[in-house]
């Protein structure tokens, strides 16, 4: 099968640290799918993105909302999507311990009750196959509603299930990421 090879579009922000150990010029090699052969498979992910993607627009905040995608790309083990979300967490402001403890975030202090309400759903909506986690997503939910808006909680399942889709679209394709000097060696 021929690969399909583009760059990662981080947006149009400029970078005002030193990122010179990032992954910032990154090229990703598609092994298994080219989702773009398809019209309304592009449609879907396209929308599902500029709705509820990293540059959406959303009433949720930005940094929380960036926690939740970073923590679906690693529930779901997509390294495309941990490339992104990793570097758009760090775009966003979000301090490099938080980022480095999200897989454990229960564990630490630097989530309020209202992050981890949505961090637990999150994690519900995203494992939703575990009846361990599945079991309770109506509590998951009714602590969620005791610090969000209705719409906030909307956008919030809108989050989740866009990432949720870009994971499995990423995986299908077999979207890899590598380092571009990588890519022309």
């Known amino acids: 099968m021929n690969c ?16 010179s150990n990032d992954m ?8 298994r799918a080219d989702s773009s052969a398809n019209e309304d498979l592009t449609k879907l992910a396209r929308h599902g993105a500029d709705t509820f993607g990293y540059k959406a627009h959303l009433h949720v905040d930005r940094k929380l909302a960036q926690l939740l995608r970073l923590r679906v790309s690693q529930i779901n083990n997509c390294t495309y999507c941990l490339n992104l979300h990793h570097e758009a967490a760090r775009d966003a402001g979000i301090p490099q311990p938080v980022i480095d403890t999200l897989t454990a975030w229960w564990e630490t202090d630097f989530h309020d009750d209202a992050a ?32 969000f808006s209705q719409e906030e909680i909307l956008e919030i399942i ?15 394709e077999g979207a890899i990421p590598g380092l571009a000097e990588q890519a022309i060696s």
């Open 158 to 172: 809108g989050i989740v299930i866009n990432l949720n889709v870009w994971t499995r679209l990423k995986l299908a």
């Open 4 to 19: 399909k090879v583009y760059s990662v579009d981080y947006g149009p922000e400029p970078l005002t640290s030193d990122r």
């Open 24 to 31: 910032t010029d990154v090229t990703v090699t598609n092994r």
């Open 116 to 147: 981890r309400a949505a961090l637990a759903y999150t994690e519900a909506i995203t494992r939703v196959a575990d009846a361990t986690v599945a079991h309770d997503l109506g509590g998951r939910h009714d602590a969620l509603a005791e610090h």
